[in-house]
């Protein structure tokens, strides 16, 4: 027998072997990471603070990129089902090949880092991170047409999302006339210092909700009625802002700076002028959603579950707020304290550039804390480290609700809001929250 051709055929092959990508059998395993999506909601966080969106334009950004996420996703996970139908102008979208094999985490990953790419401006730093990303899952040694496959759908679902986003008349305010500002009306809303800007997005309730019918679907408490007698209710509840600020709690001051959560806080020294950026309300309230997953476990599916609910509720929230801000055009306590109080007065942290009633954070705040409540449970002590970038020491809460009910008191402790816009932010907010978390329906 002729062994010679045998002993050539071996050798090739021992040559060949080194150089051939061998396939995993447990990638799917890896790939089922939690931790990946943390990382894309945690990137598209850090790239709206440094572009600086404001909080509802952040808040339209969360909320594509988590639907990009979750529908890319939920095909690998046959107890959950897609959110087309439900959620405004959402059509079906592209369905896996039948019979494939997928690896639905990474087709999520790509799906949400497309998204957030299209939406933000700094879109390097989103290429930055789809390549570490992209490379873990190529270090699972998947088969290289799954990977191919599955970068495909991903892909295929982010533009079906990208093609919906752009029906939702975010171009068409982007080109709307300014706000107008009622020098009339002593009661109305007029520019802030030290900034003096412009009324920010008065266009906003025009945008279409996710799971709500429409911008007023949720009515809020009314304000108080103005009046400028010393006796009157609105005068009083000037003058609990006033002193509350002046008596300079430490305790007050400290929950007020932890809620600040201003995007681009206008620093004045001298003749110089600077920004400070910070994380959005919404970006702390999805940096919250990441902090209760990790500490119950929660798996991809749960944890994208978790973004998609919080990240609508959110979005619906601010378009409710900012209907309910622009009809009411209420004038802040800074302007009012300064014009029938005292002259000199100011607040303990900046008031933001657009009318007063209601809190927008406070009403944020408790739509995802109903949504996250409703996940997680009520009695769920959690401590959040969001701020500890900034300088500030983490705080524990007990529950989400504790947490949103803080945020509600933050504001009347930083001087920005009357108590009366911080309790009908908070209660319009819940309504919110629990409408979104019974109506849009994750789980067949």
Known sequence: MNLKPLLIAALALLLW??????TSTDYQQKANNPEFMHAGVRRITDIIRHDIFAPPVSSRIYAYSAVAAYEALVPGFPAYQSLAGQLNGLTPGPKPQAGKEYCYPLASANAQLIVGKQLVFSEGDVEDLKEKIFEDFQKMNMPQEVYDRS????????????AWSKTDNYAQIRSAPKFTIDVE?????????PAYGDALEPHWPKIRPWVMDSCSQFKSDPPVSFSTDKNSEFYKQALEVRDIVN???????AIAWYWDDNPFAMEVSGHVAFAKKKISPGGHWMNIVGHACRKANADIMTSAEAYVKVACALADAFIASWDIKYKTNLIRPESYINQYIDPSW??????????EHTSGHSTISMASAAVLTGLFGDNFTFTDSTEVEF????????????????????RLYGGIHYRRGNE???????????FVLQDLKTRK
């Not at 970068?151 to 990208?162: N, Q, R």
């Not at 100011?346 to 009318?355: A, E, G, N, R, Y």
């Not at 949103?404 to 008191?409: D, F, I, R, Y």
């Open 17 to 22: 072997l080194p150089g051939c990508k061998q």
């Open 151 to 162: 970068m495909a759908y991903g892909e295929a679902v982010a533009k079906h999302i990208l």
């Open 185 to 193: 009306s002593p009661s109305r809303w007029r520019p802030t210092p």
């Open 247 to 253: 008596a300079k709690n430490a305790e007050n001051e």
């Open 346 to 355: 100011q607040p303990l942290i900046q008031t933001p550039p657009f009318p």
């Open 391 to 410: 300088g500030i020491d983490p705080r524990t809460f007990k529950s989400f609700y504790q947490a949103s009910e803080e945020v509600g008191m933050s």
């Open 424 to 434: 009908a932010g908070l209660k319009c907010g819940k309504e919110i929250g629990q």
